[in-house]
């Protein structure tokens, strides 16, 4: 199954096509400080994707896409941030690839998949809320059914991309969790996932001051009475919550597989300098042990989280059960969230003072090595999910 991947002439010429492709890319942008090199080169970027049939992975090919899967997707991924080019932006467009392809009115389909697969729109996700937080459940955002629309009123916060979207995801209540808990429904009832125009009238956006996330730029978002067409909602009015695991589940995966190509550019360059500098006599400080066992151990951990990550996109494409997907998905984007920071701290180890040389392409990937730990979901939510689902053990929250 999963050992496939490696026996797999397609993935394995894919790997090297794009792994080119980047490397070309970086290489020409070679002359900037690297926390530079994704907004100057983020339209190259996008088509390259485009090139490689990343837009289509998760689209079937009567709309446009290649149907390749998430398993060609996290390749495809890996590779970008193993060039030091990694982008939440993709991520998100595949978020929306898989909820739309799965759950979009067919309208919707035939109007934006075909697009998506070429690498011509961009999506950006509202979710979070300030006082919801991690708890999408708890989200206030309201659409209320008025005749053929929906009325959107509410607030969300750090939502990545807006000034960049052709279209947003905006969760939302469609039943508030009162009216829920009169009825008896379970916590997951009473969300809907809606598909907005960032251009509507009502939407009011507020760039934040935030790090760790280098071509996007993350949002506040005030809606007030912003309107959506009654055929723009994804899946069925109040069960949205099967939408969001199908959104979310790639979105941890990739994540994963940007950590481990972020720790991969890392070890890459560190060896290289490990190999050269030398400090005392002729020896170049790749021979002394307290250099050489911190790199050797990323290499090894990278193997494992590689196989996590293939799981999880295994487990996904052959349509395992949502919640067994979400815990390999957790699984693999805590491994890697863990793989990247371990790695951007060997890297400046290894360097020493030059380390925290912006051109040296490291230090910019302490802060998002760091926020993978935190963003799409923390490692302490990621625990908690497995001690409940995988474990059995009492619910912590």
Request: with cysteine; glycine share 8%; net charge negative.
């Amino acid at each position: 199954m999963v050992f496939d991947v490696f026996q797999n002439k397609d993935l394995v010429n894919l790997k090297q096509r794009v792994s080119e492709a980047f490397a070309d890319i970086r290489h020409r942008y070679a002359s900037l400080r690297a926390n530079e090199i994704p907004k100057a080169a983020f339209e190259e970027i996008q088509a390259a994707l485009a090139n490689v049939g990343f837009f289509g992975c998760l689209i079937p090919e009567e709309y446009g896409g290649t149907n390749r899967g998430l398993l060609t997707s996290t390749v495809i991924m890996e590779e970008l941030a193993a060039q030091g080019l990694q982008s939440f932006g993709p991520v998100l467009n595949s978020m929306a690839a898989a909820g739309i392809a799965r759950f979009g009115a067919e309208t919707v389909k035939r109007d934006i998949l075909p697009p998506l697969a070429r690498g011509e729109l961009k999506f950006a996700i509202a979710s979070t809320e300030t006082e919801a937080g991690f708890n999408v459940f708890n989200v206030k955002t309201y659409a209320e059914r008025s005749r053929d629309r929906f009325i959107v009123n509410g607030s969300k916060i750090y939502i990545s991309g807006i000034d960049v979207a052709d279209s947003i995801l905006v969760i939302a209540r469609t039943m508030t969790r009162e009216e829920c808990d009169r009825r008896g429904l379970s916590k997951t009832a009473g969300i809907s996932v809606l598909l907005v125009d960032p251009q509507s009238e009502g939407i009011e956006r507020t760039p934040l001051p935030s790090h760790g996330e280098g071509v996007l730029t993350q949002f506040s978002l005030k809606l007030k009475d912003v309107s959506v067409p009654i055929g723009h909602i994804l899946g069925d009015e109040d069960h949205g919550a099967r939408v969001m695991f199908r959104m979310f589940n790639p979105e941890r995966t990739l994540a994963a597989a940007m950590g481990l190509g972020m720790s991969r550019y890392c070890l890459d360059l560190a060896c290289e300098h490990a190999r050269n500098r030398k400090v005392f006599q002729e020896t170049p400080i790749g021979t002394y042990q307290s250099i050489q066992h911190p790199l050797a151990d990323l290499a090894i951990r990278q193997e494992a989280v590689r196989l996590m990550i293939h799981r999880s996109a295994w487990c996904f494409d052959t349509d395992v059960d949502p919640n067994d997907v979400a815990s390999s998905a957790n699984a693999a984007k805590y491994l890697a969230a863990g793989l990247a920071v371990q790695a951007v701290d060997a890297a400046i180890n290894t360097f020493g003072g030059k380390g925290f040389d912006e051109e040296k392409g490291i230090i910019h990937l302490w802060e998002a090595a760091r926020l993978l730990k935190t963003a799409p979901i923390s490692d302490a939510l990621i625990l908690n999910q497995i001690a409940e689902y995988v474990l059995k053990l009492p619910r912590s929250y």
